[in-house]
C-alpha cells in the first residue's frame, strides 16, 4: 500500500486512488461535491489539544510528531482500519491547511509508513 498527501483543495485526479480526508474539522469553503472523499476519519487527526498547541509552528515540528504518535500508538484500531482501507491500493491523504511540509497528514503518512 502506499500512502500520499495532498491538499484538499487541489483537484482530484483519478491518480489519488482512495481518498481520505484526515483533518478533525471540515476544510472551510469545500463543498462535500469537490472534495471528492472517499472516507473522512475525523478521529485519526491530532487531539484538539495537540492541533492548538502545535498551530504548525516548524520549531515544534518534532514535539508534535511525537505527541501525536503517541496519541495514535494508543489507537491502533484507527491505524489499522486505514491500513486495512490502503489494502493493495493507493491512499491519499487530505488535508486542509496551507502548509504543506508541517501538517497532521505528514506526519500520519510518517507514521503509517515506518
Same mark, same amino acid.
Given at each position: 500500500m502506499a500512502?500520499?498527501?495532498?491538499?484538499?483543495? *487541489?483537484? $482530484?485526479?483519478? +491518480?489519488?486512488g482512495l481518498r481520505v480526508l484526515v483533518d478533525r474539522l471540515w476544510?472551510?469553503?469545500?463543498?462535500k461535491e469537490k472534495a471528492k472523499l472517499d472516507e473522512w476519519?475525523? *478521529?485519526? $487527526?491530532?487531539? +484538539?489539544?495537540l492541533r492548538n498547541w502545535f498551530m504548525h509552528d516548524p520549531?515544534?515540528?518534532?514535539?508534535?510528531?511525537?505527541?501525536?504518535?503517541?496519541?495514535?500508538?494508543k489507537n491502533p484500531e484507527l491505524v489499522a482500519c486505514l491500513r486495512?482501507?490502503?489494502?493493495?491500493?493507493?491512499?491519499?491523504?487530505?488535508?486542509?491547511?496551507?502548509?504543506?511540509?508541517y501538517n497532521n497528514a505528514v506526519a500520519l503518512k510518517g507514521y503509517l509508513d515506518t
Open positions: 500512502f500520499h498527501v495532498k491538499r484538499v483543495q *487541489e483537484k $482530484a485526479a483519478a +491518480t489519488d476544510p472551510r469553503g469545500i463543498s476519519m475525523k *478521529e485519526i $487527526a491530532p487531539s +484538539t489539544a520549531a515544534k515540528w518534532d514535539e508534535f510528531l511525537r505527541r501525536y504518535h503517541a496519541e495514535l500508538m486495512k482501507l490502503g489494502k493493495g491500493r493507493k491512499v491519499t491523504l487530505l488535508f486542509a491547511t496551507r502548509e504543506e511540509r
